[in-house]
């Protein structure tokens, strides 16, 4: 039987501070390089890092299996 869908994978970096960061451009580009640095190791995870005040940070990472998104059942009409 063929199946119709999607597989559907997730790539995503989340960021804390122990201080303020320098500005919201700063936290938006940790992020960024949280989440590339999953999706350079394979994808479909979760990079967790916790930054502290000298800029140096811990890591923890999640995996996960790709997800099927099935297709809804559409019908489809023809007008001549």
């Known amino acids: 039987m063929l199946r119709k869908g999607w597989m559907v994978t997730l790539s995503m970096g989340v960021v ?14 940790l992020a960024d390089s949280a989440m590339y640095s999953v999706k350079t190791n ?15 940070f811990s ?6 299996p790709p997800l099927y998104c099935p297709l809804p059942e559409v ?3 023809h007008i001549l």
């Not at 804390?16 to 580009?29: A, C, G, I």
């Not at 394979?42 to 140096?56: E, F, H, I, L, Q």
């Not at 890591?59 to 996960?64: A, D, G, I, T, V």
């Open 42 to 56: 394979g994808k479909n995870g979760v990079r967790y890092r916790v930054y502290t005040a000298d800029d140096s």
């Open 59 to 64: 890591s923890r990472s999640l995996e996960f």
């Open 16 to 29: 804390t501070f122990n201080q303020l960061p320098k500005s919201v451009d700063e936290m938006v580009r």
């Open 75 to 77: 019908d489809f009409i």
